[in-house]
T-cell receptor, first 115, second 115 residues
Framework: EAGVVQSPRYKIIEKKQPVAFWCNPI?????LYWYRQNLGQGPELLIR????????DSQLPKDRFSAERLKGVDSTLKIQPAELGDSAVYLC???FGGGFYNEQFFGPGTRLTVL | DQQVKQNSPSLSVQEGRISILNCDYT??????FLWYKKYPAEGPTFLIS?????DKNEDGRFTVFLNKSAKHLSLHIVPSQPGDSAVYFC??????????????FGQGTTLQVKP
């Protein structure tokens, strides 16, 4: 069974440029998460989807970040414009169900460097 | 406000010996705790979990202990193997909240097991 797929794996951009990350969750997983992991820190939840609905986006900086999961399968996270402080690893995870007991499976992440 | 803390950034142990990784939390609403392991260039993978109704959970070489009064949990790996070398993240969840799937991660501890 294929795991969570993310692309690109690495991205280097200049500040003020836009950037987008793509995630394809494990087949059948209706819950999708986007996390940001800063250097030396643990992952922090940005947004959680149940199917197409964003059920928790309280930590998403909505002035520059946006996300979508139009068909309830794959998802895109966008930053526009990027700032130096956005340099981090962006992790996508999925689970079958959104409860605490539903194991979250993580993708390899996209490492973003903003110059 | 760091609700989940792993105060040791790194730990080095000899192969065959015990590894003990520690985690402290501040939010008394947390009642479900997990440990994730992360290899370089990969996403975190679930290792073991414990509910607050227990004080110990064991899975092979891995045992997690929970001390609710001290708001402290620890992961024991016995015996440690070189393949255990990775970053270990502690995570917590408040199952009674509206966002039961939301995990709060610690900063991580890098474990090195020397042959």
């Amino acid at each position: 069974e294929a795991g969570v797929v993310q692309s690109p794996r690495y991205k280097i951009i200049e500040k003020k440029q836009p950037v987008a990350f793509w995630c394809n969750p494990i087949s059948g997983h209706n819950t999708l998460y986007w996390y940001r992991q800063n250097l030396g820190q643990g992952p922090e939840l940005l947004i959680r989807y149940e199917n197409e609905e964003a059920v928790d986006d309280s930590q998403l900086p909505k002035d520059r970040f946006s996300a979508e999961r139009l068909k309830g399968v794959d998802s895109t996270l966008k930053i526009q414009p990027a700032e130096l402080g956005d340099s981090a690893v962006y992790l996508c995870a999925s689970s079958f169900g959104g409860g605490f007991y539903n194991e979250q499976f993580f993708g390899p992440g996209t490492r973003l460097t903003v110059l | 406000d760091q609700q989940v803390k792993q105060n040791s950034p790194s730990l080095s142990v000899q192969e065959g010996r015990i590894s003990i990784l520690n985690c402290d939390y501040t939010n008394s609403m947390f009642d479900y705790f997990l440990w994730y392991k992360k290899y370089p260039a990969e996403g975190p993978t679930f290792l073991i979990s414990i509910s607050s109704i227990k004080d110990k959970n064991e899975d092979g070489r891995f045992t997690v202990f929970l001390n609710k009064s001290a708001k402290h949990l620890s992961l024991h790996i016995v015996p440690s193997q070189p393949g255990d070398s990775a970053v270990y993240f502690c995570a917590a969840s408040a199952t009674s909240s509206s966002n039961t799937g939301k995990l709060i991660f610690g900063q991580g501890t890098t474990l090195q097991v020397k042959p």
